[in-house]
Structure formats: C-alpha cells, structure tokens
C-alpha cells in the first residue's frame, strides 16, 4: 500500500506521527491521545505500526526516550518537512505542546500569500521543546545584531512562540538576567541541555509573558469620515469604531507588527496605516525596536 491510498482519516493520524516525530524528535502514544482523543494503547500502537508498514521503518522504538523516534532512514511520505506544518497542528490541536504560543491565523483561508519562511533547523526546534518540557537550561550560541558572528548563551526556554512572522522561543536569559525573546533562526544547531533551570526562571516570573493588556485599536482619523467608517466594518468594530484584542504584554509588538499598525503615525500617510492605537501610554512599554 502506499501514501496515496491511505484513508483520509488515517492519512491525519499518519500525518501527525510524521510531523511531530521530525520536529519534536519523539512522538508517543500521549500525542494520539490528546489530539484525536485515542485513549486505548492498543489501539497506538497498531497506529504507529502501519504507518512504519507503509512507511518501511521511518521510526524507531527507543526505550530511553519512551516514545518512537526517527531512523536513520527517515523520509518525507505524509508531510513535507515544512515548520509550517508543526506550527498548523499546533495550532489545531492546542493541547499537544502546552509549551506553545502564537497569534492564531483566521481558519480555512481559500487563498494565501506564501511567505518565505526563516529556515529553522530542526535539531534547534528539537532542543527547544525539550527545554520547554523538562524545565531545564540550555547553552547554546546565538547571533543577535550586536554579536552577528555568534555568542555563548545559556538560557531556560519556557515556551515556543510563532509570531505570525518569526518563531522564538520566550526564555530566560543568564547573561541579561531577564526574560526575553530568541529567534530560532539565530541559534547554531547542537545547543545542548545541561540540567535544571534556575529558580529565577520559573516562567510563573515572566511579568511581561503572564501579564494581559488590551491593545485598543481605531480607524486613523486623519482618514476621511468615509474611509474611517470603510476601516470600522472591516474590522468589525461597531458603533464606537474601536477594536479591543486582548494580547500579553511581551505578544504586542509582533501583533502590530502583523496588523501594519507603529507607533509614531505620522512617519506614514494615513492610508498607509489605516488602524493606530488609540492607547499609546498603556503600549508604549511594551514596544521595542
């Protein structure tokens, strides 16, 4: 039997296998479960031996990892390799990685622009999520514009975050002492885990990460009267013309970002950036760059 043949029903099952195995490194029997609500082991494990019947032996029983892990001739037959991939179903099945974050996309979109995407090693993605799961450090090296050529850094990942336009990972970083963003492109594959994190890192700490603050949003009203009314049924906004999305402090930025909407309107025509914030001194500090 090959892939085209595969029921449709299995063909999403097999497809979660795949894609979480190659970016996860692991997938077991809990991932089944908290997706497709499996509860019977048995019934698992006769998931993951067709699909290795199919597949020829694309995953490994491993012992130490508890769990089913890619082999060395690991290939490509339900998915693409894309991180666009693991990001869709975390963002359908919201309870595979607790450790997950991103600004939803609109469901079932008929047409979409495809973006570039930032080529994210797996092995980086791989070492996040174990980081994110068991609570420990990672060291690793990092580019950032100050360091282009790469620093050591050792961190303590709390969540994986997609942006919209990026995947971070939101940390705690030893050098700086805080809470702060890092792109996953900008870690050097073979960053290693080196045990637990510290006490500071604890992300029930993270102020900026746990803490909710509404980004109020109005139509710019150097617009016309009738382009500002245009800009409200757009958005939905009612009769008061304000849009309220409710964002953690440290999200704001990039959900700007992803709306067309900066502080400091006046860098742009009106038309340019037909949303603007009419809360600026509540955003403000939670706004870089």
């Keep these: 039997m090959s892939a085209d043949d595969v029921a449709w029903e299995k063909k999403s099952k097999f497809h979660l296998i795949e894609v979480v195995a190659y970016w996860e490194g692991r997938v077991t029997n809990d991932h089944l479960k908290r997706a497709f609500k499996i509860n019977s082991r048995t019934t698992g494990s006769r998931l993951f031996q067709a699909y290795n019947s199919i597949t020829r032996g694309n995953l490994s029983y491993s012992a130490s990892h508890r769990g089913y892990v890619p082999s060395d001739s690991f290939d490509f037959r339900f998915s693409i390799g894309d991180l666009g991939e693991y990001l869709s179903l975390m963002t359908q ?4 990685n607790p450790s997950f974050s991103g600004i939803k996309d609109l469901p079932a979109p008929t047409e979409a622009i495809s973006i570039p995407h930032r080529a ?3 092995s980086v993605v791989r070492q996040v999520v174990v980081a994110t799961q068991q609570r420990s450090r990672l060291e690793l090296v990092y580019r ?3 360091s282009p050529d790469g620093e050591d850094r050792i961190i303590a990942p709390h969540t994986l975050v ?3 336009l990026r995947w971070h990972a939101r940390a705690w970083c030893e ?7 890092f792109v996953l492109t900008r870690i050097e594959p073979g960053a290693e885990v080196i045990g637990e994190a510290l006490p500071e890192a604890d992300p029930a700490l993270d102020e900026n990460w746990n803490r909710q603050i509404d980004l109020r949003l109005i139509p710019n009203p150097e617009l016309s009267e009738a382009q500002q009314r245009m800009v409200a049924l757009d958005y939905g906004m009612g009769g008061e013309r304000c849009l309220n999305v ?3 402090a440290a999200m704001v930025h990039y959900l700007m970002l992803s ?3 900066f502080l400091g309107r006046e860098r742009f025509k009106p038309e340019e950036q037909p949303l603007v914030v009419a809360n600026i001194d509540e955003i403000e500090p939670f706004v870089f760059g």
Excluded at 93 to 96: C, V
Excluded at 175 to 181: E, G, I, L, S, V
């Design 162 to 164: 997609y942006s919209g």
């Design 175 to 181: 050098k700086h002492k805080n809470f702060r963003d």
């Design 144 to 146: 950032s514009h100050s």
């Design 259 to 261: 709306l067309n909407v």
């Design 93 to 96: 099945h919201n309870t595979l």
């Design 246 to 248: 409710r964002v953690r």
């Design 120 to 122: 994210v090693s797996p």
